[in-house]
């Protein structure tokens, strides 16, 4: 089931009534409804816009703030924590993908404080993934790196791939072939132990086979490995296609067009302007699309004619 904006009405009217004297049942099925509402959420995210998605989680959370002034059970007060954290980790995600770093990061920290007052493992590395994917989206692979430890801090767990992979990203970035290759092998074990799903990938639990596969596309068209880049694209476009996830595909379309930006300029602007058009008819292109599609034309011929298109597709969307 989808979250929508029914979902979200329901949610802020259940919140605000619960700021009035509650029964403990009332507030514990309350807080139940919202953690599932935060795994639906999570679970759409490649499949909504990005904006909405920001604007639903800012709005649950605003509903489990007002829960601040209800009397609760220590067990319902480690719930109200957990549902804290979790929306706050789909809203700071949201913010990076909308270019508001600061703002996600000060999110991010208070999900953390949350997730850290309960003690969970999976949410405290999830969160540090994300933080490192703001550092990253920021342009600052050295950042990224340094957030990724005190995530993998909490074991190899499920959320262990993410994090191997965002390191595989910001060694590209930084032209450490090597160790972006090893933490990509790192990614692959984890993926290989804990996915269960060849696209989705579990809410808070870590990459897919396919979401890891964007993030090689990424690691290794930055190194200039296009060969190795259009491989892997070509196994899994075609997959995350069928499975309707657009965000997936889109960010492999346009990673791999960053790839060919010296050798095929002209595949490479085919694939870059299509992953721009899907996003815009989804909604919000995310930050990620737009940063990968500028790094194509500044690798890509200044003269070719469907270069200057993109060009100009990205103007049009920064007007």
């Known amino acids: 089931m989808d979250v929508d904006r029914r979902d979200l009405l329901l949610a802020g009217a259940a919140g605000l009534a619960l700021t009035g004297p509650g029964s403990g049942s009332e507030v514990s099925a309350f807080l139940d409804e919202m953690r599932a509402h935060a795994y639906r959420l999570v679970r759409a995210y490649p499949r909504r816009d990005v904006r909405q998605s920001a ?3 800012r709005m649950h959370l605003r509903a489990l703030t007002s829960m601040g002034r209800v009397s609760m059970s220590a067990n319902a007060e480690r719930g109200l924590f957990e549902a804290q954290a979790m929306y706050g980790a789909a809203y700071g995600l949201a913010l990076a993908d909308l270019g508001a770093y600061d703002q996600a990061g000060r999110v991010l920290d208070t999900a953390a404080g949350h997730a850290a007052t309960i003690d969970s493992p999976v949410l405290l590395a999830h969160i540090a993934g994300t933080r490192a994917l703001v550092a990253l989206y920021d342009n600052r692979p050295g950042d990224a790196l340094a957030a990724i ?3 993998l ?4 767990g499920p959320a262990g791939s993410r994090l191997y992979g965002i ?3 910001a060694y590209a970035r930084l032209g450490d072939a090597a160790k972006a290759d090893a933490a990509l092998t790192a990614a692959r074990r984890n993926v290989d132990q804990h996915a269960v799903s060849l696209v989705d990938a579990q809410p808070f639990r870590g990459l897919s086979p396919a979401e890891l596969a964007s993030y090689a596309v990424d690691a290794y068209a930055r190194l200039g490995d296009a060969r190795t880049a259009g491989a ?5 476009l075609p997959r995350a296609d069928r499975a309707g996830n657009e965000a997936l595909s889109v960010c492999l379309r346009a990673a791999y067009g960053m790839a060919l ?3 095929d300029p002209a595949t490479g602007a085919h694939l870059v302007g299509e992953a721009i058009a899907r996003a815009s008819a989804v909604g919000t292109p995310a930050t990620g699309v737009i940063e990968r599609a500028t790094a194509f034309v500044g690798r890509a011929p200044a003269g070719h004619a469907a270069v200057r298109d993109v060009a100009e597709m990205i103007r049009t969307l920064s007007v």
Do not use: I, K
């Open 55 to 57: 604007d639903v989680a």
């Open 149 to 151: 430890g005190p995530g």
């Open 153 to 156: 801090a909490h074991g190899d």
């Open 167 to 169: 390191a595989g990203r």
């Open 232 to 236: 892997v694209a070509d196994e899994w």
């Open 261 to 263: 930006a010296g050798s």
